[in-house]
């Protein structure tokens, strides 16, 4: 694990869109190489922190959108739950038409309009920053890996879902880090130098926690399609896959933004307690074995 202070830049580092110097794309390249051989699929995601968590690649784990508090039926934007994720409340709870929860496998059609509505839901994880095609290619990895992604149908189109990475294997793939490594330099024009830092440092913090953990699975994303929100979908998908790492005998964790109070009631809900905190977020355990 590398430390903070050799994953900052010098003082004189800067990007830009149009930029050529030499020393300023040596500086880049060597930043985003220490990104790679140190980054992990758990934790925003990107999120595992979408933070963007835990992606954390896949948005590193999941972050919760925040959830507003319009009534049912407007139509006003409401923000996202983090990585990765978004909080439904279990107030809202009437749905007039029963969708239905299934795990992608590989071969799935859903697959691809997941990782879709990932990158449209979590816009400013590490991951979706990236590029969708990105995305893409780290469901196809996680699903052949025996990853749970589970997704929400309705009339035959998914509008939300719920990426797990099982006990068995909390760290991310060469394959995925290194797919297209030019998108790293697009997550850093979208995010800033300042903010892209701070995500990768707080994914880190993230990762050194969740060490703590023993034999538990992992939520790195949750989304729901922004018109579908506040039907209960994101408790749907969070009693699903506690109820399938119970029954696998692991405990279940995830992260989101230490500001988003909805998600944080989410999870208290169905049991979870803290487990840690980091600059940026807190970490979620529950014991299901």
């Known amino acids: 694990m590398v430390s903070a202070q050799s994953l900052l830049p010098g003082s004189g580092f800067r990007i830009h869109r149009g930029s050529s110097g030499y020393g300023s794309v040596n500086r880049t390249c060597w930043f ?35 959830d507003g508090n319009q009534p049912v039926g407007t139509h006003k934007t409401r923000p996202a739950i983090r990585d990765s994720s978004h909080s439904d409340s279990a107030q809202f709870t009437d749905v007039t038409i029963n969708p239905r929860i299934e795990i992608a496998g590989p071969n799935s059609r859903h697959l691809e309009a997941a990782a879709r ?39 035959d189109r998914v509008i939300g879902g719920l990426v797990v990475l099982s006990s068995s294997h909390h760290h991310s793939s060469p394959a995925v880090l290194l797919y297209q490594p030019t998108s790293w330099f697009r997550a850093l024009r979208e995010l800033g130098m300042t903010d892209f ?18 034999n538990h699975d992992y939520i790195i994303a949750i989304y729901i399609d922004e018109g579908q929100r506040r039907r209960g979908l994101a408790g749907q998908l969070l009693e699903r896959a506690t109820g399938d790492s119970s029954a696998r005998g692991v405990g279940l964790a995830v992260d989101t933004d230490s500001s988003n109070f909805a998600a944080h009631a989410l999870y208290a809900s169905f049991g979870f307690v803290e487990l840690a905190r980091t600059s940026r977020s807190v970490i979620y355990s529950k014991d299901l074995g």
């Open 32 to 66: 985003l190489w220490r990104l790679l051989c140190s980054i992990s699929l758990s934790g925003s995601q990107d999120g595992l922190s979408a933070k963007g968590s835990s992606v954390h690649l896949l948005g590193a784990p999941p972050r919760i959108l925040k």
């Open 117 to 155: 509505l990932h990158c449209a839901s979590l816009t400013e994880t590490l991951t979706s920053t990236r590029g969708e095609q990105v995305l893409r290619f780290s469901y196809r990895h996680l699903a052949r890996s025996g990853h749970p992604i589970y997704v929400v149908i309705e009339d």
């Open 197 to 214: 830092v701070g995500k990768f440092l707080d994914l880190l913090q993230v990762r050194r926690r969740a060490r703590l953990l023993n």
